[in-house]
């Protein structure tokens, strides 16, 4: 058995006398903080340097994320390219004629080079010289089989479209420098390789019956969609999708119901086939792609920013996005075409 001992055995008692001159002042009581603590975490610094706490609610954290300004002249060029190029793929095609269609190639493959430089300007793969050489050398040879084999089919497009994703490929790992970041730049090789063999689908379109009008339908749907999409963006970008992304769902969802209005009062002026609820449906697809494509550009931009990446040429990050739409919509207007006509 322990001896027992009181609980106030060895301890001082209390006193409210000072202590000694120079000495510590005595515990009188529990310590008390003049800056009590706030339960819920530590505290982290707001924009500016004040401290905000892990409890101060989602008010506080909505306040450091400033939405990016939305530039509304920089909209309404993108806007007008994107007119501008749906024009031109048009017209291109309606001039064309069944033993006269170099000159439609000649405007897809201008096209082409624009996309190719476009996308490795404004993404910086490695081994850039290789991409845009293969990405041009492909543009030239799928051209040439799209308007110069027998039967108009896609076939022979995947394979070029393969051999060109392996041959940049090959050509990045071949140097040591750029083979650490083959697997990065993997996605942006397919899709410059693609993008130049999706747009060369239009070639094959405008050789089959009712291929004319269908591109006439398609890209007018999809170059109406990205203009009022990006005068929307300049007028009102509301409501913002993300905070770092300069645009707006008003402008996304206004630009589809456009496009697909403009195709189905074309449907109503064209020949058999066509109707207007046909029209509507294959404008429809092309109008929904061409500016879903152009967001996805836009987030990726903006991820990019935020990354800390470098801007490259200003040009080539502002028209990549009706680019991309395009070369997304080309080859929805073969398959809708193929569907529904």
Not at 23 to 48: F, H, I, K, M
């Amino acid at each position: 058995m322990f001896a027992s001992n009181s609980p106030e055995t060895g301890r001082e008692p209390w006193t409210d006398a000072p202590s000694a001159a120079g000495g510590p002042a005595p515990r009188t009581g529990p310590a008390t903080e003049t800056d009590e603590r706030r339960p819920g975490g530590p505290r982290r610094l707001r924009r500016g340097g004040t401290a905000r706490r892990a409890d101060d609610g989602p008010d506080a954290a909505e306040e450091e994320t400033e939405p990016v300004e939305v530039r509304r002249q920089l909209s309404l060029a993108i806007g007008g390219f994107a007119a501008l190029l749906g024009v031109g793929l048009v017209l291109g095609a309606q001039a064309s004629a069944p033993g006269h269609r170099v000159p439609f190639t000649i405007v897809v493959l201008t096209v082409q080079l624009l996309f190719v430089f476009a996308w490795t300007m404004a993404t910086r793969p490695p081994a850039l010289a290789v991409v845009i050489g293969v990405g041009a050398v492909a543009a030239l040879a799928v051209d040439t089989v799209a308007i110069r084999t027998a039967d108009a089919r896609l076939g022979p497009l995947l394979y070029i479209a393969f051999g060109g994703v392996l041959a940049a490929v090959l050509g990045q790992l071949v140097r040591r420098v750029d083979r650490v970041r083959v697997t990065d730049s993997l996605r942006t090789t397919a899709t410059v390789v693609l993008g130049v063999v999706a747009l060369a689908t239009l070639i094959v379109l405008n050789r089959i019956p009712a291929g004319t009008q269908a591109i006439a339908v398609c890209l007018s749907a999809a170059g109406v969609a990205l203009t009022v999409a990006r005068v929307a963006d300049a007028i009102a970008a509301w409501p913002r999708l993300a905070p770092q992304v300069p645009r707006g769902a008003l402008g996304v969802v206004g630009g589809a119901m456009a496009g697909t209005l403009v195709s189905a009062l074309l449907g109503g002026y064209l020949v058999t086939p066509f109707t207007p609820t046909r029209a509507a449906i294959i404008g429809l697809a092309a109008a929904v792609v061409a500016v879903l494509a152009d967001l996805a550009v836009s987030y990726a931009e903006a991820g990019r920013m935020m990354a800390g990446e470098q801007p490259s040429v200003w040009a080539a990050r502002y028209v990549q996005g009706p680019l991309g739409g395009f070369a997304l919509a080309a080859p929805v207007a073969y398959l809708m075409c193929r569907l529904v006509l």
